[in-house]
């Protein structure tokens, strides 16, 4: 089955810098990866998502990039804000077979003021 | 726009009680998925439905069962509950079988004395 690798597990930075995540997938069919923000206590919330066919998306601040053929995504969080902190997952969904996602571990984006 | 519905938000049982979890998807979305999520960890899959019939299976424990009803919303039996279910259990709801993006529910916390 799909195995999701997720670095760092925590990520200090300073209000106004730039933050990157990386995942590493190792189902070559996988062609669906979202990226999930959670809040404590809250709801996993789809904050940018990426399909295998494309190699980088960009919403406002954030940014997912896509290397198919190293099996690796990213998630780029520029001009980081306060309200950026919370629990990031990234997850791969394969093209066959069963839907269902599988998730990294999670990172925890801690942006200090 | 509508969002995934459960209910109840908060339950508290007691060891070896029974309890019933549900979930209402977005409109016209036909497929349902059940999350647990422990404390520092990522949603685990529990079990799926689409067009009110099971689509796949996680790590469910023999204890709990789920359906699907003609309204599409489902339900999450526990029995025999442990110390170790108390978590927070998600609902997430997609489009045509899982094609589409997942988006969840606000979770209900479950906590068993």
């Known amino acids: 089955g799909e195995n999701v690798e997720q670095h760092p597990s925590t990520l200090s930075v300073q209000e106004g810098d730039s933050a990157v995540i990386k995942c590493t997938y190792s189902?070559?069919?996988?062609?669906?990866f979202p990226w999930y923000k959670q809040e404590l206590g809250k709801r996993p919330q789809l904050i940018i998502d990426i399909r295998s066919n494309v190699g980088e998306k960009k919403d406002q601040r954030i940014a997912v990039t896509l290397n198919k053929t190293a099996k690796h995504f990213s998630l780029h969080i520029t001009e980081t804000q306060p309200e950026d902190s919370a629990v990031y997952f990234c997850?791969?969904?394969?093209?066959?077979?069963?839907?269902?996602?599988?998730f990294g571990r999670g990172t925890s984006l801690i942006v200090h003021p | 726009a509508a969002g995934v519905i459960q209910s109840p938000r908060h339950l508290i049982k007691e060891k070896r009680e029974t309890a019933t979890l549900k979930c209402y998807p977005i409109p016209r979305h036909d497929t349902v998925y059940w999350y647990q999520q422990g404390p520092g960890q990522d949603p685990q899959f529990l079990i799926s439905f689409y067009e009110k019939m099971q689509s796949d299976k996680g790590s469910i424990p023999d204890r709990f069962s789920a359906q699907q009803f003609s309204d599409y919303h489902s339900e999450l039996n526990m029995s025999s509950l442990e110390l170790g279910d108390s978590a927070l259990y998600f609902c997430a709801s997609s489009l045509e079988g899982g094609t589409y993006e997942q988006y969840f529910g606000p979770g209900t916390r479950l906590t068993v004395t």
């Open positions: 189902d070559s069919a996988s062609n669906y």
């Open positions: 997850a791969a969904r394969s093209s066959g077979g069963s839907y269902i996602p599988t």
